[in-house]
């Protein structure tokens, strides 16, 4: 029993007794007077009063009526189970845990058990300094995790053999789905793409899925057979080692590819490729596939991190995020993300990829995985892994079963005959999982955790008449430190991993060193408030974190048998139930493991329904010019038109635009979506007649939910119109950032909805989905091991706490307008005078008066120890503030103390006292080399920049790592690997 239950266990015993001891009869409550609201929300009683008092408010009741439309606000509070504290709430998570069956699973396909580091888990996972930072806009302050993702492309570039790799994707299905999107870029009129019929199973459905959208057929065959010479393929797809566990030679057909342009795209296996030869040897143009088995926890599906690498001509459709070297102002070198003009914020409908969130925290671990290993480590891993699958198959061999593949790595299929029943049996009695496939054959796939005493049980399952030992002499599969003659002529050449940064930290203390010298870089939630529009940096609580590295929890495959995760069916039962009541939906689903991938399943289903009701002639996407660069993202990788609409003068959607609109697209109109409250920060008042005429004209109203932390509890979004929504749980619902990843879209749809949702080709889960568009992620339930996040703070929140998050978000958000409208323009307000939970600063006045843009305040921000709010968006040369609910009024006020100090520094400029040149805003941030040089040439002083405001203090200093980013510098001239970079 962990330590955690202990003590809510000693915890409840002791309440029990209290209560028995006749306490309640004193008027003394029985249950613990310790609330994890009071711990969640930041501002305590005399604070939220301080702030109504300064909005000339009496109650949050009447905020909420000066705020959100009468006639959309529920009439009746929330019913939602009674909120548990903290240690009830994980005695709860632990007997959840325990109701998952642990058996050791060899199934494979693209997930492999793995050892996660104790010092990795302790240090990375379990830190919120890592857990918590946002995605790493602001460089300066962001070096740290950069860093990190840096390392994990060069790995991916180093073993697959190719000149580029992102900063990762969300799964290996979903990244041959974007590389399915490249292909149809970069070759429009070949309406066909080859599918390997060897690739796994869930990456062809989800291929499948992604073609469909675009008109694009997918002939699904032998890769041998392929008619590449045809020209009709715009791309093959083909896995390496392929699904059953084969090494095959695809040299020739990458060579085809090459000539009939095509474009060759490889799923591979990283352990794997540090034996094997890689696919860049051969000219492959993308290799891509899942980096879990790198210390990632199988998690019942993710979040993992899939890499994408490719050749260097294809850099600027490359889907995600890149982290590429520049230099700062002080011509240092130092990193940020590059060509970020092909992000899909900028290029929106003309987007190759609507990947927003990726995931960053479980790239760095799989960086620091191959850190602490090494190549010698990782190479001694690989072979050991190969040996005991080369013993494992002799084993069957001499039990008299036929195994399949002539070269393997880690996986063999097995051919067992008329026995295969009785292996079954055997493997359920010594609890072992293996791949059932539909004829005489099983699936074995073998991974680091592997022992002798596993080989052994899995000799017993095959009822092999040899030891373990004796099977591992007849294999004789390690020599002179190499991988034996079964890989043959596949084994790779070469080095692996050359760059000191996988050749320098191999004992747990320079390793640990290693790690925290890179948390020291960067900013987080640790340090102080992260208030990004539209992103909701809040609370990620420890008692919601802590359950996520439960084993019961972490540690199943996810194509288990469904009744080994009795416990996960529990949770996701509660989670969804809790959605549904949330949102007023009546099926909320939760395979979309981003916020992106929410808006293209809601999309994909609305298409389904339109087409089961025989008008797949509605393609028509409305968008306010002012939504989320994903959402046009998204809507052309539906296959949809997107028409954009324009808002009024006060940042509103109006009801005469929309009928405008609705009535020029008639019967073709598909939907509208719609961000609510608006990405302007206000709650809208025609938002109901806006839904009645979406649906007059028989077209479908999608909500984008990114500010749901301005309606939970308040009102439902199924009841003021919407068909879908999606729900970004990384916001709203408490999951952490990560550093840019990960996330979880799920979606909630109306009744006439239900049965378009996703399926999964491999556990077919979903009841409701008999005309389903198809499969969107590679796990059943995505990010399936980050759910209980969401769980617990709607657990330990009640219904009570949610409404109250809720009003405190927006009192936060409308105090601070209030307190810096006399200094800064406020471009929105609703027509009370009041936001929702975000406003936006216009400061595009002060480049008229003072040169001042956006980007001057943000990183002058960084010397109060500050993140930036969002910036330039959703109006150019704007900040978009957004406190939440989290932060308490200290902290908040600190903020408007660095914002008011800000623009007193711009009234320097316009009033002539200084300079825009020779400005602290011009050369902000101040690192400390630049403070502490030998020379200080500067107008202002050495104070003024680095101490700007009386609260920054030597003891609490956050000094940025590096100057201001050469931006063109770094996009001109184009490094995504390791440099030697020295803080």
Same mark, same amino acid.
């Given at each position: 029993?962990?330590?955690?239950?202990?003590?809510?266990?000693?915890?409840?015993?002791?309440?029990a007794?209290?209560?028995?001891a006749?306490?309640?009869?004193?008027?003394?409550?029985?249950?613990?007077?310790?609330?994890?609201?009071?711990?969640?929300?930041?501002?305590?009683?005399?604070?939220?009063?301080k702030?109504l008092?300064?909005?000339?408010?009496?109650?949050?009741?009447?905020?909420?009526?000066?705020?959100?439309?009468?006639k959309?606000?529920?009439?009746?509070?929330?019913?939602?189970?009674?909120?548990?504290?903290?240690?009830?709430?994980?005695?709860?998570?632990?007997?959840?845990?325990?109701?998952?069956?642990?058996?050791?699973?060899?199934?494979?396909?693209?997930?492999?058990?793995?050892?996660?580091?104790?010092?990795?888990l302790?240090?990375?996972?379990e830190?919120?300094?890592?857990?918590?930072?946002?995605?790493?806009?602001?460089?300066?302050?962001?070096?740290?995790?950069l860093?990190?993702?840096?390392?994990?492309?060069?790995?991916?570039?180093?073993l697959?053999?190719?000149?580029?790799?992102?900063?990762?994707?969300?799964?290996?299905?979903t990244?041959?789905?974007?590389?399915?999107?490249?292909?149809?870029?970069?070759?429009?009129?070949?309406?066909?793409?080859?599918?390997?019929?060897?690739?796994h199973?869930?990456?062809?459905?989800?291929?499948?899925?992604?073609?469909?959208?675009?008109?694009?057929?997918t002939?699904?065959?032998?890769?041998?057979?392929?008619?590449?010479?045809?020209?009709?393929?715009?791309?093959?797809?083909?896995?390496?080692p392929?699904?059953?566990?084969?090494?095959?030679?695809?040299?020739?057909?990458?060579?085809?590819?090459?000539?009939?342009?095509?474009?060759?795209?490889?799923?591979?296996?990283?352990?794997?490729?540090?034996?094997?030869?890689p696919?860049g040897?051969?000219?492959?143009?993308?290799?891509?596939g899942?980096?879990?088995?790198?210390?990632?926890?199988?998690?019942?599906?993710?979040?993992?991190?899939?890499?994408?690498a490719?050749?260097?001509?294809h850099?600027?459709?490359?889907?995600?995020r890149?982290?590429?070297?520049?230099?700062?102002?002080?011509?240092?070198?130092a990193?940020?993300?590059?060509?970020?003009?092909?992000e899909?914020?900028?290029?929106?409908?003309?987007?190759?990829?609507?990947?927003?969130t990726?995931?960053?925290?479980?790239?760095n671990?799989?960086?620091?995985?191959a850190?602490?290993?090494?190549?010698? #480590?990782?190479?001694?891993?690989a @072979?050991m892994?190969? !040996?005991?699958?080369s $013993? %494992?198959? *002799?084993?069957? &061999?001499?039990?008299?079963?036929?195994?399949r593949?002539?070269?393997?790595?880690d996986?063999?299929?097995i051919?067992v005959?008329n026995?295969?029943d009785q292996?079954?049996?055997?493997?359920k009695?010594?609890?072992?999982?293996?791949?059932?496939?539909?004829?005489t054959?099983? #699936?074995?796939?073998?991974?680091? @955790?592997?022992?002798? !005493?596993d080989?052994? $049980? %899995?000799? *017993?399952v095959? &009822?092999?008449?040899i030891?373990?030992?004796?099977?591992?002499?007849a294999?004789?599969?390690?020599?002179?430190?190499?991988?034996?003659?079964?890989?043959?002529?596949?084994?790779?050449?070469?080095e692996?991993?050359?760059?000191?940064?996988?050749?320098?930290?191999?004992?747990?203390?320079?390793?640990?060193?290693?790690?925290?010298?890179?948390?020291?870089?960067?900013?987080?939630?640790?340090?102080?408030?992260?208030?990004?529009?539209?992103c909701?940096?809040?609370l990620?609580?420890t008692?919601?974190?802590?359950?996520i590295?439960?084993?019961?929890?972490n540690?199943?495959?996810?194509f288990?048998?469904?009744?080994?995760?009795?416990?996960?069916?529990?949770?996701?039962?509660?989670?969804?139930?809790?959605?549904?009541?949330?949102?007023g939906?009546?099926?909320?689903?939760?395979?979309?493991?981003?916020?992106?991938?929410g808006?293209?399943?809601?999309?994909?289903?609305?298409?389904?329904?339109?087409?089961?009701?025989?008008?797949?002639?509605r393609?028509?996407?409305?968008?306010?010019?002012?939504?989320?660069?994903?959402?046009p993202?998204?809507?052309?990788?539906?296959?949809?038109?997107v028409?954009?609409?324009?808002?009024?003068?006060?940042?509103?959607?109006?009801?005469?635009?929309?009928?405008?609109?609705?009535?020029?697209?008639?019967?073709?109109?598909?939907?509208?979506?719609?961000?609510?409250?608006?990405?302007?920060?206000?709650?809208?008042?025609?938002?109901?007649?806006?839904?009645?005429?979406?649906?007059?004209?028989?077209?479908?109203?999608?909500?984008?939910?990114?500010?749901?932390?301005?309606?939970?509890?308040l009102?439902?979004?199924?009841?003021?119109?919407?068909?879908v929504?999606?729900l970004?749980?990384?916001?709203?619902?408490?999951?952490?950032?990560?550093?840019?990843?990960?996330?979880?879209?799920?979606?909630?749809?109306?009744?006439?909805?239900?049965?378009?949702?996703?399926?999964?080709?491999?556990?077919?889960?979903?009841e409701?989905?008999?005309?389903?568009?198809?499969?969107?992620a590679?796990?059943?339930?995505?990010?399936?091991?980050?759910?209980?996040?969401?769980?617990?703070?709607?657990?330990?929140?009640?219904?009570?706490g949610?409404?109250?998050?809720?009003?405190?978000?927006?009192?936060?958000?409308?105090?601070?307008?209030q307190?810096?409208?006399?200094?800064?323009?406020?471009?929105?307000?609703?027509?009370?005078?009041?936001?929702?939970?975000?406003?936006?600063?216009?400061?595009r006045?002060?480049?008229?008066?003072?040169?001042?843009e956006a980007n001057?305040?943000?990183?002058?921000?960084?010397?109060?120890?500050?993140?930036?709010?969002t910036?330039?968006?959703?109006?150019?040369?704007?900040?978009?503030?957004?406190?939440?609910?989290?932060?308490?009024?200290?902290?908040?006020?600190?903020y408007?103390?660095?914002l008011?100090?800000?623009?007193?520094?711009?009234?320097?400029?316009?009033?002539?006292?200084?300079?825009?040149?020779?400005?602290?805003?011009?050369h902000?941030?101040?690192?400390v080399?630049?403070?502490?040089?030998?020379?200080?040439?500067r107008?202002?002083?050495?104070?003024?920049?680095?101490?700007?405001?009386?609260?920054?203090?030597?003891?609490?200093?956050?000094?940025?790592?590096?100057?201001?980013l050469?931006?063109?510098y770094?996009?001109?001239?184009?490094?995504?690997?390791?440099?030697?970079?020295?803080?």
């Amino acid at each position: 029993m962990n330590p955690a239950t202990k003590c809510a266990r000693r915890s409840s015993k002791l309440l029990a007794r209290t209560a028995a001891a006749g306490t309640a009869s004193r008027n003394v409550s029985s249950k613990h007077p310790d609330s994890f609201v009071s711990r969640h929300i930041g501002p305590n009683e005399a604070e939220t009063q301080k702030m109504l008092q300064a909005l000339g408010l009496k109650s949050l009741d009447e905020l909420v009526a000066k705020t959100v439309p009468q006639k959309i606000l529920l009439e009746k509070d929330l019913e939602l189970s009674e909120p548990l504290s903290e240690t009830e709430l994980l005695e709860r998570a632990t007997e959840i845990a325990d109701e998952n069956e642990q058996f050791n699973s060899y199934i494979g396909m693209g997930y492999n058990n793995t050892i996660t580091p104790p010092v990795i888990l302790r240090n990375v996972i379990e830190n919120p300094g890592w857990t918590t930072p946002y995605t790493p806009y602001q460089p300066e302050i962001s070096q740290g995790r950069l860093t990190g993702l840096l390392n994990y492309q060069t790995m991916v570039q180093d073993l697959t053999g190719l000149p580029v790799a992102n900063a990762s994707l969300l799964d290996e299905g979903t990244a041959a789905g974007e590389a399915l999107g490249i292909a149809i870029k970069l070759y429009p009129k070949k309406k066909a793409f080859f599918i390997d019929e060897k690739c796994h199973p869930q990456t062809i459905a989800i291929v499948k899925t992604r073609a469909d959208a675009f008109g694009v057929a997918t002939v699904i065959g032998a890769a041998a057979e392929a008619d590449v010479e045809s020209g009709r393929y715009c791309g093959v797809l083909f896995q390496y080692p392929d699904t059953d566990g084969s090494v095959r030679d695809f040299k020739s057909l990458v060579q085809k590819c090459s000539k009939a342009k095509t474009m060759s795209i490889c799923a591979t296996d990283l352990l794997a490729l540090t034996l094997l030869a890689p696919p860049g040897e051969w000219g492959c143009d993308v290799a891509l596939g899942n980096s879990q088995r790198f210390g990632v926890p199988l998690g019942y599906g993710g979040p993992h991190a899939a890499f994408f690498a490719c050749r260097q001509d294809h850099v600027r459709r490359l889907p995600g995020r890149l982290i590429g070297v520049s230099v700062d102002a002080n011509n240092k070198r130092a990193l940020r993300l590059t060509l970020t003009t092909r992000e899909q914020h900028i290029r929106r409908d003309k987007a190759t990829s609507n990947i927003c969130t990726a995931q960053a925290l479980l790239a760095n671990v799989a960086a620091m995985y191959a850190i602490y290993h090494g190549p010698q #480590g990782l190479n001694k891993i690989a @072979t050991m892994v190969h !040996s005991y699958t080369s $013993a %494992l198959a *002799k084993g069957a &061999e001499k039990a008299g079963f036929k195994v399949r593949n002539e070269v393997y790595f880690d996986t063999v299929r097995i051919d067992v005959g008329n026995k295969k029943d009785q292996v079954l049996a055997n493997a359920k009695k010594h609890r072992i999982n293996l791949r059932n496939f539909d004829d005489t054959s099983v #699936g074995v796939s073998l991974d680091e @955790t592997v022992t002798q !005493s596993d080989l052994e $049980a %899995l000799l *017993k399952v095959f &009822e092999c008449p040899i030891s373990a030992s004796d099977a591992w002499e007849a294999a004789a599969a390690v020599e002179c430190g190499r991988s034996s003659d079964v890989i043959g002529s596949f084994g790779r050449k070469g080095e692996i991993l050359p760059h000191s940064v996988f050749n320098s930290y191999h004992s747990e203390t320079k390793f640990t060193r290693y790690l925290k010298m890179l948390e020291n870089l960067d900013s987080s939630l640790v340090h102080s408030m992260t208030p990004l529009g539209s992103c909701t940096m809040k609370l990620n609580a420890t008692a919601e974190m802590i359950p996520i590295t439960y084993a019961g929890l972490n540690s199943l495959h996810p194509f288990v048998p469904v009744e080994q995760a009795r416990g996960y069916r529990r949770l996701f039962d509660e989670l969804e139930g809790d959605l549904q009541h949330i949102t007023g939906f009546h099926t909320v689903h939760l395979q979309p493991n981003s916020g992106s991938q929410g808006e293209y399943t809601g999309l994909r289903v609305i298409d389904a329904y339109h087409r089961a009701r025989n008008e797949s002639n509605r393609n028509v996407c409305v968008i306010p010019r002012s939504a989320h660069g994903t959402n046009p993202a998204s809507a052309q990788m539906a296959g949809l038109r997107v028409v954009p609409l324009d808002v009024d003068p006060q940042g509103s959607v109006t009801v005469q635009e929309v009928k405008k609109a609705a009535d020029k697209y008639k019967g073709n109109l598909s939907s509208i979506m719609l961000t609510y409250p608006s990405t302007f920060g206000v709650f809208e008042e025609q938002i109901k007649e806006v839904a009645d005429v979406v649906h007059h004209y028989g077209a479908q109203l999608y909500m984008d939910g990114a500010n749901m932390n301005a309606l939970v509890g308040l009102c439902r979004p199924a009841e003021i119109g919407a068909d879908v929504i999606h729900l970004n749980l990384h916001k709203t619902f408490c999951i952490p950032h990560g550093g840019g990843g990960p996330g979880v879209g799920p979606i909630g749809v109306k009744e006439h909805l239900a049965p378009f949702l996703p399926t999964h080709p491999v556990i077919m889960n979903y009841e409701v989905a008999k005309q389903s568009f198809g499969a969107i992620a590679a796990a059943p339930w995505g990010s399936s091991s980050i759910l209980p996040i969401s769980w617990a703070f709607i657990k330990m929140m009640g219904a009570q706490g949610l409404k109250k998050a809720t009003q405190i978000a927006i009192l936060s958000a409308n105090y601070m307008r209030q307190q810096l409208q006399d200094d800064y323009d406020v471009l929105y307000v609703g027509k009370h005078g009041f936001c929702a939970h975000e406003f936006i600063l216009d400061v595009r006045p002060l480049k008229k008066t003072a040169g001042i843009e956006a980007n001057d305040i943000a990183k002058r921000l960084m010397d109060f120890g500050f993140h930036a709010p969002t910036m330039s968006w959703p109006v150019p040369n704007t900040l978009m503030i957004e406190p939440t609910e989290s932060e308490d009024l200290s902290e908040i006020d600190r903020y408007i103390t660095a914002l008011k100090t800000i623009r007193s520094e711009i009234r320097d400029i316009e009033q002539g006292r200084i300079a825009y040149e020779d400005s602290p805003l011009k050369h902000a941030p101040h690192p400390v080399e630049v403070i502490c040089g030998d020379s200080w040439d500067r107008k202002y002083s050495r104070t003024t920049g680095a101490f700007p405001a009386p609260f920054v203090k030597p003891g609490n200093k956050r000094w940025p790592a590096v100057g201001r980013l050469n931006d063109p510098y770094g996009d001109l001239n184009l490094n995504c690997s390791c440099d030697p970079v020295d803080f």
